[in-house]
């Protein structure tokens, strides 16, 4: 996790354990976006993933992209809400790539 673009949101004065978290893999693809169940509504991956667009972008002069499962409508929504476009691709995931960073 260290040697990757990652970032993460605690509570304040709470435990040391993030309650939502996103890493990227070495060649700039969000490779997990996760939310505890319990802090999920308060607009947390959104942040997570303005910030790793910012943070992939500087690190590797390219916009970052995700692969998304076909029926995780959620992160689906996710992602087009934040103007990411969806690439066809020919197997069960999806290519989203981000859009005018």
Not at 26 to 33: M, P, R
Request: hydrophobic content about 40%; proline content about 6%; overall charge positive.
């Amino acid at each position: 996790i260290s040697e990757r673009p990652s970032a993460g949101i605690y509570l304040e004065g709470g435990p040391e354990t993030p309650v939502a978290w996103c890493i990227c893999y070495s060649y700039g693809s969000i490779g997990t976006l996760h939310v505890l169940e319990d802090h999920r509504g308060k607009r947390l991956a959104r942040a997570l993933i303005r910030h790793m667009v910012r943070i992939v972008t500087e690190s590797h002069g390219i916009p970052p992209f995700v692969f998304v499962h076909d029926g995780n409508f959620k992160s689906i929504e996710l992602f087009s809400s934040e103007r990411w476009v969806k690439q066809p691709l020919c197997f069960s995931k999806m290519f989203v790539s981000a859009q005018n960073v």
